[in-house]
């Protein structure tokens, strides 16, 4: 690794540091999205959760509330109900908006519908460049939407209805809760937002000295914010609901748990993000964890990625009224 390639290496938590060397850092660009899109589809085969967890599985196509094309959601619910409704956690699933599916949440999904009674949701929303804004708002608030007006179907509680995400989708989740605040159709109760991607304009900003040179680089972030937007990020003008960090004011948002690396690209707007939250009166959960970069998540042995999954699990269940 050159000099100019390791202004953050010694800052990496070594418990999690062998995945920089299998995934040597380059940016994502056009030229090489479709590969990297098999790769990953490589890395996260189909993976069948029923054998592993006492869960049933389903996939099915719900329609747009926009005269978009159909929407594929994959519902998972335990096989021995917890409540007489179930709370529901709406997933939505991370890959910089260009890439990625539901596949890299469904254990994780599965294991919270098995052990605390949730019908675990996740959307298969339309990826940029392909298509862009408001397609992924419109596809993600579509899933939901037609979950909330099949509650009875579902057996779910429309009382107790958290959204949430990683990466990309996290800041799907935050524009999704956005927009749910502004259309006042329904109500969310819990906002789940881990390494989320708030702010197109880190992509034009200046180089940050030691975060974001791992595995999500500014280069890539510039890529997703310009695949998705359809433009150059970092215009004057851009909607919250694409963009959450330019909202004016995050009142009137459920109570959110943010979780980011230290050198995760993210963690300046994850922070100004937290901040934002709390000057409008939002109960917020900041955890940042020292050393901890983007891939994270590939070590849910480590450490902080023990503290985090057990941390995040009880914000959520505290928001739904669970604990």
Request: proline residues 7%.
């Amino acid at each position: 690794m050159s000099e100019q390639k390791s202004r953050s290496r010694h800052l990496v938590d070594p418990e999690i540091s062998s995945a920089l060397d299998l995934f040597p850092t380059s940016d994502l660009t056009a030229a090489s999205l479709m590969v990297s899109r098999e790769n990953q589809a490589k890395m996260l085969p189909q993976i069948d959760v029923t054998p592993m967890f006492p869960v049933s599985f389903e996939e099915i196509s719900v329609p747009s509330y926009f005269g978009g094309p159909d929407i594929r959601i994959e519902i998972i619910k335990p096989l021995q109900p917890k409540h007489d409704k179930m709370p529901l956690y709406y997933s939505i699933h991370g890959g910089g908006m260009v890439m990625g599916s539901p596949v890299v949440d469904r254990t994780g999904n599965a294991a919270l519908a098995a052990q605390h009674g949730f019908c675990c949701v996740a959307v298969y929303y339309r990826l940029a460049p392909e298509h862009v804004q408001p397609s992924q708002l419109q596809d993600c608030y579509s899933g939901l939407k037609w979950c909330v007006e099949h509650a009875d179907t579902l057996g779910i509680d429309v009382q107790k209805v958290a959204i949430g995400g990683s990466s990309a989708g996290a800041g799907l989740a935050a524009g999704l809760a956005l927009y749910i605040r502004d259309q006042k159709e329904f109500d969310i109760h819990h906002l789940r937002l881990r390494s989320p991607m708030l702010d197109d304009r880190t992509s034009v900003s200046p180089e940050h000295p030691c975060a974001g040179e791992f595995v999500w680089t500014k280069g890539s972030n510039h890529f997703g914010w310009k695949s998705v937007l359809g433009h150059e990020p970092g215009q004057a003008e851009e909607s919250e609901y694409y963009v959450p960090a330019r909202a004016k004011s995050l009142a009137g948002l459920p109570p959110t748990y943010i979780s980011i690396g230290s050198i995760d690209l993210f963690i300046d707007e994850a922070l100004l993000f937290a901040k934002q939250l709390v000057f409008d009166g939002v109960l917020v959960e900041l955890h940042v964890y020292p050393g901890y970069h983007h891939l994270s998540p590939m070590f849910p042995n480590a450490h902080y990625s023990q503290e985090g999954a057990r941390s995040s699990e009880h914000a959520l269940l505290k928001a739904l009224g669970l604990l």
